[in-house]
């Protein structure tokens, strides 16, 4: 699984120091980072499981997906909004993000456009996940870079076999 | 009509008066040589009419003469003589009738006292016209000679014969002043000017003082009248003061008079006034009714214009207003449609969305090996959001009802501080989760309402669910109420970020969101909260300054 994985530059250097068996304080202080964020860096690199970024203000949408995905040992992050989202993408660089497209401030396409133009982040699969099931709103979400388009109510069941569609379709 | 037109009218006037002036002023000369030359006529008239007055009467009065010379010429002297009375008071104009016999003496004469009875012509040597007259047997008439009583007279000798015999003379005299007081005297009362008379020798026999005085250009006219021309002429006196002058010749036998008539030529100007002080009334009220007349058609046609003016605008107004009208109400149409729209994707998206949550929340607990904790965490995703799509329904119904004015009010005796009370309880964990505090001003012995109380504090969770949504943390929500006339007013404030004026009127639409789909809703709450209150015969708005809060404000009555 270590060849999935997304390392930026921060990260290379961290995993060339931890190979020289330098210490975490040697490390932070070396890439001027704190140590508390050293740690998350070094968790998160020590996570091998596909992570997947979930996008919707609701929480009650969220939870029962987050559990679900969970079980099926993915390791799931969330956002609340657009901009928690881009933020989000950038720190913890997910394998997938499920997107709603109504969110507070920054929408759901806006937030798809920006990841699909950015090209640190262009290669990250995104799904859009929507009450919106009119076919012009699938045909924008598409046009605009987005891998799938699953309305809701969506089967648990399809949207797993969907995430490991596009998973297996966009791997590297 | 325009300020343009009236002013190019008020030019057309002024330039028609100008040139009615001009075109008077050109006819002037012309008119005042007709007239000049009329008046010379008219003068040259009365001067011929006065001379043949004149001939005649001098003539009648020889001829008078000579009948009695020649009827009696065979009576003795007496017979003739006894005549002469009736003839100087039947025929007035002589001075005397006298009698001189063939020796040459004055016999008789009549009146007496004016008779130089024994006068000797031959004795004073004056016998030439008396022996002329005896020879040729002919009238003569002699110059006008002065008379020893004075004043000019004209001396009539008439022969008498019998057959061959000379029996004498009959002598008639008349005096100049005679005729003139008669004949040409007249002619000048109330008028202006001067008559004369004069004789073919220069003699003046009337007036002449007149000449006195040193005249310019009356040597010709003096000349014509010596010679018994007639006509008109000019002359000027010192003061270069032109006058005219008309004269015709006195014809009386061989004697040659002539009359003369001098006016002034200012008697030409002073007529040819007259007749234009008649001209200039006329013509002054012609212009007055010109001017009148054309100012009385602008004022008309300006009123009329303004009133059409008047109309025209009103009716571009009508036009402009209903144009406006339009335009709103295609705009409101528009808005609606587009609020329509919201509504479908916002109801589209708020069932949906617990769907979703309680599908996938459903397939979890489905799922092998789930931890207790997951299980109630996914049962309680489920049970908020069934109570949650409820709210939804609810609310559409509710919305449904008051549209079609179906709402049920339960109307009941109810006390507004227990809702209240009710209400805040509700919201009290909420508020105090985003660390609000929450101000309560109830006044004592608050009377009771009559309402619904379940549908007046669904209003108050409503507007407090609405004041914490956007008040951020560490606000204020106050909720005031206080007695007026009748009616309990109820102000719900908060320090959240406020409603710009311009949307404060149309929170209360259905589906209208502040700041559109910004901030999540189903824009629903405060048009049922309005619906409510109406239906309880009650009024509600909102007051708000952005970024410090807003207040609602309901008013109920009692």
Redesign the interface.
């Known amino acids: 699984m270590t060849e999935k994985l997304k390392l930026d530059e921060q990260d290379r250097k961290i995993l060339e120091l931890l190979n020289r068996d330098a210490t975490y304080s040697e490390i932070a202080e070396q890439l001027g980072i704190t140590k508390s964020e050293l740690e998350s860096r070094i968790r998160r690199l020590s996570d091998t499981r596909i992570k997947v970024l979930i996008v919707d ?2 929480p ?2 969220l ?3 987050k ?2 995905l969970e ?1 099926e040992d993915y390791n799931v992050i969330e956002a609340r909004d657009g901009l928690e989202a881009l933020e989000k993408v950038r720190t913890e660089i997910p394998d997938l993000v499920l997107l709603d497209l ?1 969110l ?2 920054i929408n759901g396409f806006e937030v798809c456009q920006r990841l699909k133009q950015d090209e640190m982040t262009s290669y990250i699969p995104v799904i859009m996940l929507t ?3 009119e076919v012009p709103d699938k045909v924008k979400g598409l046009e605009l870079g987005a891998d799938d388009y699953v ?7 399809e949207l797993k076999v969907r995430i490991k569609a596009v998973l297996r379709r966009t791997a590297p | 009509m325009n300020r343009d037109s009236r002013v190019a009218i008020l030019v057309i006037c002024v330039v028609l008066i100008v040139m009615v002036i001009l075109l008077g002023l050109r006819s002037h000369g012309e008119v005042r040589e007709t007239v000049r030359t009329q008046y010379g006529e008219q003068q040259l008239m009365l001067a011929r009419q006065a001379a043949s007055s004149i001939s005649e009467f001098a003539n009648e009065r020889v001829t008078i003469i000579e009948i009695l010379a020649r009827d009696r010429s065979g009576d003795p002297v007496d017979n003739i003589t006894r005549c002469f009375q009736t003839i100087y008071t039947k025929s007035e104009g002589f001075y005397s009738i006298e009698y001189i016999n063939a020796s040459g003496v004055v016999v008789y004469g009549y009146p007496e006292e004016r008779a130089p009875i024994g006068y000797d012509l031959y004795a004073e040597n004056r016998s030439d016209i008396f022996e002329a007259v005896r020879d040729d047997g002919e009238t003569r008439i002699c110059r006008p000679t002065y008379l020893f009583e004075g004043g000019l007279g004209s001396f009539i000798w008439v022969p008498v014969h019998d057959g061959e015999e000379f029996r004498g003379v009959i002598l008639a005299i008349i005096r100049v002043s005679t005729i003139s007081d008669k004949f040409i005297a007249p002619l000048m009362a109330n008028r202006t000017g001067y008559v004369y008379m004069m004789d073919n020798h220069g003699q003046m026999l009337y007036n002449g003082e007149l000449f006195e005085r040193p005249w310019n250009g009356w040597t010709a006219i003096q000349s014509d009248q010596a010679s018994g021309k007639e006509g008109t002429a000019t002359c000027s006196d010192a003061t270069n003061e032109e006058y005219i002058v008309a004269y015709a010749p006195v014809r009386w036998r061989d004697q040659l008079w002539s009359v003369g008539v001098l006016v002034p030529e200012s008697e030409v100007d002073s007529l040819i006034r007259s007749v234009y002080k008649e001209q200039m009334i006329f013509l002054g009220a012609v212009i007055a009714i010109i001017t009148g007349g054309s100012g009385g058609l602008i004022l008309m046609f300006s009123r009329w214009n303004k009133r059409l003016e008047a109309e025209v605008k009103a009716k571009t107004c009508d036009l402009v207003r209903t144009n406006e009208e339009l335009t709103r109400a295609n705009k409101q149409l528009k808005e609606l449609d587009k609020l329509k729209s919201e509504f479908v994707s916002m109801v589209s998206h708020e069932l949906k969305t617990p769907l979703a949550a309680m599908k996938t929340s459903a397939q979890v607990l489905q799922g092998d090996g789930i931890g207790g904790e997951t299980r109630q965490e996914m049962l309680n995703v489920i049970l908020r959001n069934i109570d949650r799509q409820t709210k939804l329904v609810t609310d559409l119904l509710d919305l449904s009802r008051i549209e079609s004015g179906r709402m049920k009010l339960d109307k009941e005796k109810v006390s507004l501080g227990d809702i209240i009370e009710d209400a805040v309880e509700n919201v009290r964990q909420e508020a105090e989760g985003k660390g609000l505090r929450l101000d309560i001003d109830l006044p004592e012995g608050l009377s009771p309402i009559y309402g619904d109380s379940g549908k007046l504090r669904q209003v108050l969770i409503n507007l407090l669910d609405n004041a914490i949504k956007f008040t951020a943390y560490g606000g204020r929500i106050g909720i005031k109420v206080r007695e007026l006339n009748g009616q309990v007013e109820l102000r719900i404030s908060d320090t959240g970020v406020g409603i710009p004026a311009e949307e404060l009127e149309r929170i209360f639409d259905k589906f209208y969101q502040v700041g559109g789909a910004q901030t999540r809703g189903t824009g629903l709450g405060l048009a049922i909260c309005k619906g409510i209150i109406e239906a309880h015969g009650g009024r509600i708005w909102a007051e708000s300054r952005p970024g410090e809060g807003s207040t609602f404000v309901i008013v109920l009555n009692k």
Do not use: C, H, I, N
């Not at chain 1, 309305?151 to 069941?157: N, Q, S, Y």
């Open positions: 203000d609701e009650d949408t939870l029962p997906l559990r679900a079980q109504m507070p401030g009450a919106k099931s309305t809701k109510p969506f089967d648990l069941a």
